[in-house]
């Protein structure tokens, strides 16, 4: 019942944008957040935001990437410049239950920069 529905991935020239949205529903979340997974690297918490409703990010993409949500829509974006072919990775969506504490994962969405 529970569903994520990524789209906005694919393919960009170094210093190109996308912008990656994710739609869930199903269920109640408290939080919304955005990974990533290169080939052979593990995956990575890259934006999210914070329980007092800030946000953060990982160092590598700080003053690139911006995380967004839209809670009548219940979407969270990510919006992505200044993209670098070290950003090519499948992007993941991920929502935590309010009441379970589980996490969500939507499908992955691939995203690849080339120089």
């Known amino acids: 019942q529970v569903q994520l529905v990524e789209s906005g991935g694919g393919l960009v020239q170094a210093g190109g944008s996308l912008r990656l949205s994710c739609a869930a529903s199903?269920?109640?979340?408290?939080?919304m957040n955005w990974y990533r997974q290169a080939p052979g690297k593990q995956r990575e918490l890259v934006a999210g935001?914070?329980?007092?409703?800030?946000?953060n990010y990982v160092d590598s993409v700080k003053g690139r990437f911006t995380i967004s949500r839209d809670n009548a829509k219940n979407t969270v974006y990510l919006q992505m410049n200044s993209l670098k072919p070290e950003d090519t990775a499948v992007y993941y969506c991920?929502?935590?239950?309010?009441?379970?504490?589980?996490?969500?994962w939507g499908q992955g969405t691939q995203v690849t920069v080339s120089s």
């Open positions: 935001f914070t329980s007092g409703g800030n946000t």
């Open positions: 199903g269920a109640i979340f408290r939080t």
């Open positions: 991920n929502a935590l239950s309010r009441t379970s504490g589980l996490g969500y």
